[in-house]
């Protein structure tokens, strides 16, 4: 299994393929069902198996008709250790904006 830490870009994107692959195989379903069901073309599928390549929204229409949703729930959840993490995440969740950069001097 690929460790996503030392991955580059196009090793994680390409692990995402081969893992929704694995999905769809495990549902017994082919490439133009899986299309069908996710309102994509064959070639999005066939792109996101091969080549890790599809759009954020295809991505998600693959993932919603393959039945994975809840697994994207903790994809980007705060990992909180402490009070301090837990205040200093609310703080970031009430910005409406990035934090200027400091300026040079």
């Known amino acids: 299994m690929l460790d996503f830490v030392f991955a580059t870009h196009e090793e994680i994107c390409a692990e995402i393929g081969r893992r929704l692959k694995s ?3 495990a549902r017994n379903l082919l ?3 899986l299309a069908a069901r996710a309102g994509v073309s064959p070639g999005t599928i066939k ?3 091969s080549k890790g390549q ?3 929204e295809s991505w998600t229409r693959i993932v919603m008709a393959l039945g994975l949703v809840d697994e994207l729930a903790p994809l980007f959840e705060s990992k909180v250790t402490s009070i ?3 205040e200093q995440a609310q703080a970031a969740t009430s910005r409406k904006r990035a934090s200027k950069p400091a300026r040079r001097s």
């Open 23 to 25: 999905q769809r195989l």
């Open 31 to 33: 490439q133009k069902e």
């Open 47 to 49: 792109n996101l198996e």
């Open 54 to 56: 599809a759009s954020l």
């Open 84 to 86: 301090r993490q837990l």
